[in-house]
């Protein structure tokens, strides 16, 4: 009876623990959320890798879930709902309408608006800040897992891994700087690409 009663409190406890760790996740991802989503905007520097992906360094503006991604092999713009990527090397735009898996690649800060719903949350204490592990609820998800690391000063995110499709992105990030970013800075303006073939894939 009394292993019985020990394993029973022993159980509880770590439920409790469990659910406090989700907790303080939350709130670390909730502090870091309210400065991410500057209302006027941010912009930072990215540096991705990963089997699919490749290597890679570039910009971001952000503001809200619309983003704009520079690297020296293309420019990506995304509204909110429609995504042009301008490929550098062969003058063509491609539109499309992409998924939760494909924003995040593009997109580091994606998490902000991903983590509140569909996700158990669990975090741990490393140098210089806090790793936030996002675990999807549902397999059906195309982001299955993600690791975001936090400064535990600043609040701002340092890196975020992702798993989508079977492989893993891993994003560096840098330089946040919050701004005051027009709308239009989200969308493809055929004017200044006169000459470039744009594909609708949508």
């Known amino acids: 009876m009394k292993r019985i009663l020990t394993i029973t409190f022993a159980l509880l406890l770590t439920m409790g623990m469990g659910a406090q760790n989700a907790s303080k996740a939350k709130q670390i991802l909730d502090k870091t959320a309210a400065?991410?989503?500057?209302?006027?905007?941010?912009?930072?520097k990215f540096t991705i890798s990963g089997q699919k992906t490749g290597n890679?360094?570039?910009t971001i503006l952000i503001k809200?879930?619309?983003?704009?991604?520079?690297?020296p092999q293309a420019i990506v713009w995304y509204n909110g709902q429609t995504m042009w990527t301008y490929m550098k090397n062969s003058d063509e735009v491609n539109v499309s309408n992409p998924n939760e898996s494909q924003q995040a690649q593009l997109n580091p800060?994606?998490?902000i608006n991903l983590y509140k719903k569909g996700y158990t949350l669990g975090m741990k204490n490393v140098k210089g800040g806090y790793e936030v592990h996002l675990t999807a609820q549902n397999s059906r998800q195309s982001v299955k897992e993600m690791y975001i690391t936090v400064n535990?000063?600043?609040y701002l995110p340092t890196k975020?891994?992702?798993?989508?499709g079977g492989n893993?992105?891993?994003?560096?990030?840098?330089?946040?700087k919050a701004m005051n970013l027009s709308d239009s800075k989200f969308t493809f303006n055929s004017k200044d690409y006169p000459q470039a073939e744009v594909i609708d894939l949508r």
């Not at 893993?168 to 946040?176: A, D, L, M, Y």
């Open 35 to 44: 400065i991410v989503s500057n209302k006027g905007g941010a912009s930072a």
């Open 56 to 58: 890679t360094s570039g």
């Open 64 to 71: 809200g879930n619309k983003f704009q991604a520079t690297t």
């Open 109 to 111: 800060y994606h998490f």
């Open 152 to 154: 535990s000063r600043s």
């Open 160 to 164: 975020v891994r992702m798993l989508h």
């Open 168 to 176: 893993w992105t891993t994003v560096t990030i840098s330089n946040f």
